[in-house]
């Protein structure tokens, strides 16, 4: 049994290349003018206004060349994550994914695990509270950034779209909000894969997994228990 | 690689000790992290992209204008925020010659505006001639295709009343506008040009323009990105092909819709 479906890694793949190429072509975008502030008026909520972004963070040489590879890639990030939303619908995936009843509780077990108040790893399924909540906001988020981004694309031709989220200076912000949310989001993924289940890379290439490496199983947090347990229980546990 | 030796083992090895047990995986994580990343500072790196890329990146460009061409509508009007400060002087100078374009009478004696090519009726308009033509004025939006935004009263005649003074001829299906500022120009699809707030602009914030914003006169329209509006007209050409422009052949969107 694989822990992921092949379109689930697939969409996985093509999602780490399209963000990617999404948020360094954007913040070269976004270095063309690094403010929010309508021309002759202040912005309240951003405290770096015309502080650009360090160049090497960014992608597409100019703003033009970021241009193209933004409004080409576009496509790729909005279609490949309808794909993604279509098959965990339609294959169930979206069970492991969607909030349960006490989501809250468990996930708050798991920091007091993860910070060492509570001893034991929290039973889970296939992923923990924390994982459900950062895999269910992701789609989320990504939805917010493409819709957000189509309001800042088209302020006069979908003025409506614009005016829902307060004009476009206010729009251009949201979807910089949806930009750093997802870079948190990844940030906090990728940290997590390596410091408390490496053994999981191989699911989201190949499928395969052993659940006897699993977190749960290692009593694993971040960069404790790394390694398979001994066959005698850990000292303590 | 397999990892079995150490999982099957254990019993006939001291007790690693704990550091070396992170260690080994450490390294382990440092080599496919540091992997990882590479690959992102490779892709990032402020980089243009492989080469390779530029078709696909020609043909979304193409793609989307074809999908901004149907979401265009003459009926889809800027407004801008009720609360939104006019940029007055704030608002930015932009030209493309080394000093400010400024109308040489001297040399090249009055300045005057051209309506040709595919019309029945060719003008050559001079200040007080536009002036005198039925006036319109809004406030609008200015969207720079750097991200920011102006607000700033624009006045001046609908391009599509002087198409009608000129008598427009069917096979127009762009419109070239060309300035004094070196060889800068820009073309646009007519459907864009007949946008009801497409204006030829002679005054901003109720006065004439000044040499900074393009004076005598410069083509205005808040469905079009900033660099798309050429400033110091001298004629506006209507053509049955496109022209291109002088950023849309540097690499900019030649539709630049907004």
């Not at chain 2, 002088?246 to 900019?252: E, L, M, N, Q």
Request: glycine share 8%; proline share 6%.
């Amino acid at each position: 049994m694989k822990r992921h479906h092949a379109v689930v890694r697939i969409t996985h793949w093509v999602n780490v290349i399209a963000l990617t190429i999404m948020v360094g072509s954007g913040l070269r975008i976004f270095n063309a003018y690094p403010a929010f502030a309508r021309r002759g008026e202040t912005f309240c909520c951003y405290p770096f206004e015309h502080r650009a972004i360090p160049a090497n963070l960014t992608f597409g040489g100019w703003l033009a060349g970021a241009r193209n590879w933004h409004f080409a890639m576009m496509w790729v990030l909005g279609i490949n994550g309808l794909v993604y939303l279509a098959f965990i619908y339609l294959h169930g995936e979206w069970r492991d994914l969607v909030p349960r009843r006490g989501i809250v509780r468990d996930a708050w077990e798991m920091v007091k695990f993860y910070l060492t108040v509570r001893k034991d790893h929290p039973r889970q399924g296939k992923h923990n509270a924390l994982q459900r909540l950062a895999y269910f906001a992701m789609p989320i988020v990504g939805i917010m950034a493409v819709v957000t981004g189509i309001a800042i694309w088209k302020p006069v031709q979908l003025a409506w779209l614009t005016n829902l989220m307060g004009g476009y200076v206010w729009a251009r912000y949201w979807h910089f909000w949806a930009m750093l949310l997802l870079v948190i989001l990844t940030v906090g993924h990728i940290f997590m894969v390596f410091t408390v289940d490496p053994y999981s890379i191989p699911s989201i290439i190949t499928g395969k997994y052993r659940p006897e490496l699993s977190p749960e199983a290692r009593n694993a947090r971040p960069l404790v228990h790394l390694l398979p347990p001994r066959h005698e229980p850990p000292a303590g546990a | 690689m397999s990892r079995q030796p150490e999982h099957n083992a254990p019993s006939t090895r001291p007790p690693s000790h704990a550091a070396e047990r992170l260690g080994l995986d450490r390294r382990r994580f440092l080599a496919a992290a540091s992997g990882a990343l590479g690959t992102l500072a490779l892709a990032a790196c402020d980089s243009m992209g492989p080469r390779s890329a530029k078709r696909i990146l020609m043909l979304a460009e193409s793609g989307n204008e074809t999908i901004e061409r149907v979401l265009f509508h003459h009926s889809a009007m800027d407004v801008p925020r009720a609360s939104a400060k006019a940029a007055g002087s704030h608002f930015p100078a932009y030209f493309v010659s080394d000093t400010v374009p400024i109308w040489d009478e001297s040399l090249n004696g009055v300045w005057r505006l051209e309506v040709g090519g595919l019309v029945r009726q060719p003008l050559t308009l001079s200040l007080s001639d536009l002036a005198g033509l039925p006036r319109t004025g809004y406030k609008l939006d200015h969207f720079c295709v750097e991200g920011w935004t102006a607000v700033a009263t624009r006045t001046g005649v609908r391009l599509a009343d002087l198409a009608k003074l000129a008598g427009v001829q069917p096979g127009a299906r762009y419109v070239d506008f060309q300035s004094f500022d070196s060889d800068y120009h820009e073309s646009w699809d007519i459907e864009s040009a007949m946008h009801p707030q497409t204006l030829i602009v002679y005054a901003q914030d109720g006065h004439y323009l000044n040499a900074a914003w393009g004076a005598p006169a410069r083509v205005y329209s808040p469905v079009k990105l900033g660099y798309k509006n050429t400033k110091y007209l001298t004629r506006i050409m209507f053509l049955p092909e496109r022209n291109g422009g002088y950023w849309s052949d540097r690499g900019y969107e030649w539709y630049g819709g907004v």
